[in-house]
Structures are given as C-alpha cells and as structure tokens.
C-alpha cells in the first residue's frame, strides 16, 4: 500500500512566511502589529471566513466586490475561526522568527510585537512571486491590509470579537 503524504499551505511555516511578506509588501503604514498580521495571514488563508465577520456596511460592500466564495461552495469544510487561528500560531510564530532571523523582519521591534518589512532584504524572486499572487487574486491583500485593518484590533467591537477569534500571546 502506497503511503500518502498530505501537504497544505496552512502547516508550512515557509509557506506562512511567504504570505507574511505577501501581506506586508502590500501594506502601506509601514509597521503593523503582529497580532493584527496574523489574523490577517489567517483570513488571506482562509478568505471564506471573511463572509462570517461582522464589518461596517463600507467595509462589508468592498469584501462583496471581490467575489470570494462562501463556505458552502468549496470543497473543504472547515473548523471555525478560533480553531484555526490558534492552529496557525506555532507556523506564523516560526515564519515571524525565520524572517527576522534572515534580516527580512526587524528583529528588535518583532520582539515587541511590531512586524516591520525591511523591503530591500526581500529575495527578487519572492517579491516577484507575491506580485504574481496579486494578479491571481486581485484585491484581496490590499482588502486585508486595508479596509479590515481599519477596525480596530481590540475592544466591544474589535476584529477579535467579530471574527470570533480570542487573544493570543505574541509570540507564541
């Protein structure tokens, strides 16, 4: 009987660390939290949990324009949102490390929960990957980094609670 290996994108932390920068190069405020990264890294993921967060009406109308498919209509079921995030926490946590060890994150703020991209320490070949990425899924990136971005993170009616998502530590 043939072993199968089954791989997905969801537990390779060089996979995470792909759409880590992906995410980040289409940021435009120059640092982001990094617990604000991984939820959007979560969502960049899995965009069919978009449909189930509770935005404002202007941010609801932008998600509808860029044609993500509900849950029902993929072909995997998937756990809800505080299951995978807290799944995602050990991969996005050794992307972040692998990143700021190879100079691509800065270390000194990571350790203070701030992902800053050092744009000019990304390989070519990734930053052209990653454009390619958002021409095959055009809208999305600049969706997460943007329009949900804007609600805040924490509070009665942060993106944590929204998205159904508790709190996690930083770095772990």
């Known amino acids: 009987m043939a072993k199968i290996r089954i791989w997905h994108a969801s537990r390779d932390p060089y996979h995470c660390a792909f759409r880590l920068i992906r995410l980040l190069l289409g940021y435009k405020e120059g640092s982001l939290a990094f617990d604000r990264l991984r939820l959007i890294d979560m969502f960049l993921l899995y965009p069919v949990l978009l449909h189930g967060v509770s935005m404002p009406r202007p941010v609801k109308n932008k998600l509808q324009t860029l044609n993500i498919p509900r849950e029902s ?6 756990p809800g949102p505080a299951v995978l995030a807290q ?6 946590a050794a992307a972040a490390s692998q990143l700021a060890a190879r100079g691509i994150l800065m270390p000194e703020r ?6 800053v991209l050092n744009v000019d320490a990304v390989p070519t070949d990734i930053r052209a990957r990653a454009d390619a990425k958002e021409k095959e899924e055009p809208g ?33």
């Open 110 to 115: 990571l350790g203070s929960g701030i992902t």
């Open 87 to 92: 799944d995602l926490r050990l991969y996005q």
């Open 140 to 172: 999305l990136c600049e969706f997460l980094t943007g329009d949900l971005s804007s609600i805040p993170l924490t509070g009665r009616d942060g993106l944590y609670r929204r998205a159904g998502v508790t709190k996690w530590d930083r770095l772990s």
């Open 73 to 78: 209509e993929i072909f995997i079921r998937l």
